[in-house]
């Protein structure tokens, strides 16, 4: 069985590795979709394939946040997070982490639905 520390290492790279690959998606859709950008006679398109993909871009960092605030010691992203909001964030505490965790995955999950929707905000 692996211990703790392991699990933390590569719950942290799997993370990683998640938020790389979701991060060119949406520079690829963006590229691609660029010409939907211009203004169209009606506000609904079938879907807004870049919104969906930023939204689950911006909700994963949610989650890394309201997880390094319960899972401080697991592995290095999340004690990495909980550094940036103990000496760079306003108000410099943990709880820093946690509302922001709760404000993007509020905010985003109202960009997805509206991706999905085909609303572009």
């Not at 911006?58 to 989650?63: R, S």
């Not at 000496?87 to 820093?96: A, C």
Request: aromatic share 12%; hydrophobic share 50%.
């Amino acid at each position: 069985m692996k211990s703790k520390k392991a699990q933390g290492r590569l719950l942290g790279t799997i993370t990683i590795i998640a938020l790389v690959a979701l991060s060119l998606a949406d520079m690829v859709l963006i590229i691609k979709d660029f010409s939907l950008f211009k203004p169209h006679g009606g506000s609904m398109m079938p879907t807004n394939r870049v919104g969906i993909v930023t939204g689950l871009y911006v909700q994963l960092w949610g989650i890394l946040f309201i997880s390094s605030y319960f899972f401080e010691k697991q592995c290095f992203l999340f004690r990495g997070l909980i550094q940036i909001c103990k000496n760079i964030g306003s108000p410099k505490s943990r709880k820093t982490a946690l509302f922001t965790g709760i404000l993007s995955l509020f905010i985003d999950t109202i960009a997805l639905i509206a991706g999905l929707l085909g609303f572009y905000i």
